[in-house]
């Protein structure tokens, strides 16, 4: 039978993972203690490959059974087996030493279980119970490791990572509908009369204001979510303000574009950016009442508002 990999080394492996394949997710935990970057690490890492295997090449059959296989892995692990990869040493330790509810992890797997069944979604209730699964259930594995006390906290957990994927979901358009899936709710697209332009990658009035109409609810998911902030312990609320911070920023960088996520280069934040929110956090030049952005900048356009919200 093979050796599990020494925790050291299972933890220098999430890391990797984390540097390379979240680059804004890594640059917010930069800002944790070393224990708390590297616990989070270790469950991006998991959930990470997760992803891998609903994603991969192969047939349906192949990658439901490499989803079943992980959720045989993960129990392994926790019960003390963690030989089947890299990650699992460093996982096992995680969930045990931060209490990290084990069927959160199983939800998250469940998500990606979505992906090879369900390529259209409905409604929007279709569509925020898929991103509980693949978002909401990260944003509550983390304020395990971040610590809170508030029991307020695990909802707001949920609302920023609804904000988080909402924010994926409109800069993702046209990549996920080269896989086939629109995450985009159906009743919006008829309401709006905007199906055959998203067909068509073609940006026309009504296909913008259906996008104008997600950012909302982005925004107002980010409005909730951010008052998770005072929740957690004081150490990580640096991590947690700039990961807000940049993401919200996306969803800024979609409006700006009038959302044309067609024809517009993939959104994203410079590197330079990325390194002045990360100073700002670090010196806490945040806000000081919780908020998202320090900035009188009108919101009206995205139906959203400042993101200010107060502490308690």
Known sequence: MPEPLPL???????????????????????????????????LYAFMRHADDLSDSGGDLASRQRALAGWRASLDRALAGDAADHPALPALAHTVHHYAVPKRLLHDLVSGTEMDLSICRYETFADVREYCYRVAGTVGLCCISVFGYED?????????????????????????DMRMGRIYLPQEDLRRFQCGAALEQLRLTPEFAAMMR???????????????????????????????????????????????????????????AEKTWVMLRARLGWWPRDYGIED??????????????????
């Open 151 to 175: 029991s307020r906290a695990p909802l707001l957990a949920e609302k920023l990572g609804l904000a988080f994927q909402l924010t994926n979901i409109l800069r993702d358009v046209v990549p």
């Open 295 to 312: 900035s009188d900048r009108d919101r009206r356009g995205t139906g959203g508002s400042l993101l200010r919200r107060r502490a308690g």
């Open 8 to 42: 050291a080394a299972s933890f220098q492996f999430c890391r990797g993972v984390t540097r390379a394949a979240a680059r804004n997710f890594y640059y917010a935990l930069r800002l944790l203690p070393s224990a708390k970057r590297d616990a989070i690490c270790a």
């Open 213 to 271: 109409f997600q950012a909302a609810r982005a925004w107002e998911s980010y409005e909730e979510g951010i008052g998770l902030l005072p929740l957690v312990s004081e150490d990580s609320r640096a991590a947690l303000w700039a990961l807000a911070r940049i993401y919200s920023g996306l969803l800024d960088r979609i409006a700006a574009c009038h959302y044309d996520v067609f024809t517009t280069t993939r959104v994203r934040l410079s590197a």
